[in-house]
């Protein structure tokens, strides 16, 4: 649902798109180090394939996007991992077009970024085992407002298309509410079952 | 004189026949048989096969290469769609469109319309779960993240002697 097709978009809106991902891009592979690298290609090679899970919701079929996890697990890092895991969509399962590869990144990107900066800030990036609810809970949240804040900026964008913002916002958000509900879940969970198991997975960032 | 009427009566017969022929004998009839109706289906790829419902259909008629809007419409539940081609043109470009999912085909009625066997088990294997796109996309993912680690690791290599 939230990968947005060739010829939908008018021109300025999806090369805006790219513009926004190649300054974003360009700062957040500044600061990655080495020992990031292994984390990010993991988390991408999931992120890549959770699309491909498919729940079918009334008369649309929604797939989980798993944004807001990969804000919680990378921070700034998620912003390549997004990308890179849509480009790989894009040519290997036709997910979305190669035109509005840039803007989709933008749809799914800042949302995760937005959800490691609520991590941050309910967590204060003190995790230990003993901090484990905390960690859980606004885990959670950061995954369930990742894909929400996804769907905001999609309905955004197809209001230039000439559809209702009202309506499409209902449309995808209610359709979405399984995914949203399973990605929180999701993330919360994982994030707590690490802040006990292997707590300087998160770093310092 | 018996013979005289009977001429009379056949050439009155005649006019009369004349006077009532159908106007078909004056003009050439044409009638033209085609196929009356294009089904469209919709659906979303990914195994499930999911119909693309309440989608926006655009309709364009191709003649001699130029693209001309034939007609518009919106897929039902089961993201069919049903329209009559324009007689003498046998070329349509279908694009369906929701919530910023677009997919594109041309149909040629010429070239014979009808999905084959073969061709409906090429799409279905399409729509099916991309086995080799996952392989292919981790094999993708392990290259990347070896150029990432070697350009990272010549950065800090650089700071550390730069210190």
Redesign the interface.
Known sequence: ????????LDPWLWESGWAITVVILAYTLSK???E???K??VI??AV??AS?I?I?VG???V?FILNGFAGVMLGILAFPCIF?ALV??CF???HG?ITTIGVNAVNMGVPALIAYLIFKTGTKLDIRPETKNKVSLFGAIAGGVGVVLALLL?AA??LTTG?EFYE?TV??VSTHIPIIVIEAIFTGVLAGFIATVKPEMFGKK | MKTIRSVVVLALLLILCMALMPPASAHRVIVQGQVSEIQIKAY?????A?????GDVEIYAIKDGQEELYLTGKTD?AGMFYFAPKIGVSEYRV?V???????EETVNLAEGAGITEAEQAEAEKEAG??VT??I???G???G??GI??II??RK?KKQYENK
């Open positions: 649902m939230v990968h947005i097709s060739d010829g939908v990655m180090k080495t990031d690298v292994p990010l290609s991408t090679a890549f394939v491909l498919h079918q008369p649309t079929s797939h890179v790989l969509q290997l399962f036709g077009g999609l964008e197809l559809e499409t449309l995808v | 979303y790829g990914g195994g499930a999911t119909p693309m419902a309440d539940d694009a469109e929701a919530t910023g999912h677009k997919g779960l991309p796109g996952i292919t996309g981790f993708y993912l392990a990347l993240a990432a680690m990272t690791a800090m």
